[in-house]
């Protein structure tokens, strides 16, 4: 991790968070030797999904349900004993 002095980060920023970017390394800036900040890539954080978010919702029919089983049990079928495409 490198470390540069403030004055060197305020005549290079453009270039150093150009490189922070490109590497993902991060970069410590430092006042009089004392580290003030650490300098790092941003990456975005996907949101995560959440099990059971459909838990009280009623809009599933119950013939889809019940049936569940039966959905494309031939084609399934066909495909397991060696008929499928």
Do not use: C, W
């Not at 991060?26 to 059971?52: D, F």
Request: glycine residues 8%; hydrophobic residues 35%.
């Amino acid at each position: 991790m490198e470390k540069i002095n403030i004055y060197e980060a305020k005549t290079h920023l453009s270039k150093i968070i150009q490189e922070v970017a490109n590497t993902g390394e991060p970069v410590m800036i430092a006042k009089n030797g004392k580290v003030m900040v650490k300098l790092i890539a941003y990456t975005e954080e996907k949101e995560k999904r959440k099990l059971g978010f459909m838990i009280g919702h009623d809009d599933i029919p119950e013939t889809y349900i019940e049936d569940f089983d039966q959905l494309n049990k031939k084609d399934i079928e066909s495909l397991f004993n060696g008929h499928g495409e």
